[in-house]
């Protein structure tokens, strides 16, 4: 993952360009009839259940509207939440709460619902030893907040980018004309740049898998839509050589029986792409 400066950076990047794309020139129908003096208060309900998350984050986005804004909280982010619950109060300018309140609505109705299925899908996996990681599989301009959502439900993240990690997957290794001069490349390209960059190796059968074995460097093999033996067999394979990831049309019905396993992690593209909002309202009162 990127680092914590770069992650601030991005979240900064997020809130800019969400209230530029909101606002705009002005919010106009508050400024047509509420006083720039007014002031007031509001807060945020809960219409759903799950795990709350992006309550720093809209701390972060009354902030940048106006400082002045306070904002008092009374449930933290990653905490499991029943409908007509309250998680904080804002107070402070009345143009200023309405100027803020589509973006904060906007990004904590989907990072709690990513946070919560995260968590579902972590209990899920309870006892096996297996972790649950996302992927790039992210609304574009909104990962850096997907991403923590996912770590605010329990799970932990994987490559941020393209350019934080190596992963070689099957049209890289097919472009390079296969696995060993896949990898070869890699590490020599990594050395004559000076960078130091993890290398995750995807296997499409047991074949691959011990064609990989054969080169030092990798950090993690990713075992990819692998039935369970295979996955046994290929878990056994690899043993303590380097870290194992299973992925590839996992779901909550199987998702267990892949952690069972033996696996490191397992990653699902549908912790970001595949959720249904938490209903969220941010009422004066």
Request: net charge negative; charged share 25%; glycine share 8%.
């Amino acid at each position: 993952m990127i680092s914590e400066a770069q992650f601030q950076t991005e979240l900064q990047l997020l809130i800019s360009n969400a209230i530029r794309e909101d606002v705009g020139p002005g919010d106009f129908s508050s400024l047509a009839c509420i006083p720039d003096t007014a002031n007031g208060q509001a807060k945020l309900l809960v219409k759903d259940q799950g795990i709350i998350a992006g309550v720093e984050l809209a701390k972060m986005i009354f902030d940048y509207v106006d400082p002045k804004l306070k904002v008092k909280t009374f449930i933290k982010d990653g905490i499991k939440v029943e409908y007509g619950q309250v998680v904080f109060e804002v107070s402070g300018s009345s143009q200023s709460i309405l100027k803020a309140e589509r973006v904060v609505l906007n990004t904590m109705q989907r990072m709690s619902a990513i946070a919560t299925k995260t968590n579902h899908l972590m209990q899920l996996l309870e006892g096996t030893g297996a972790k649950i990681l996302d992927t790039r599989k992210t609304t574009p301009n909104f990962r850096v907040a997907e991403k923590w959502a996912v770590k605010i439900g329990g799970g932990e993240n994987h490559r941020y980018a393209l350019y934080d990690m190596i992963m070689l997957k099957d049209n890289h290794i097919d472009f390079a004309g296969g696995i060993t001069l896949a990898i070869e490349k890699t590490k020599k390209y990594l050395k004559d740049n000076n960078l130091d960059l993890k290398i995750i190796v995807e296997a499409r059968n047991l074949d691959e898998i011990r064609e990989i074995l054969l080169s030092d460097g990798v950090h993690r093999i990713l075992i990819d839509n692998f039935n369970y033996e295979d996955t046994k067999t290929a878990v056994a394979l690899i043993g303590d050589k380097c870290q194992t990831e299973s992925s590839g049309n996992i779901s909550e019905k199987t998702i267990r029986e892949y952690g069972l396993c033996g696996v490191d992690y397992i990653s699902s593209g549908a912790l970001t792409h595949s959720v249904h909002n938490m209903d969220l309202s941010l009422k004066a009162f």
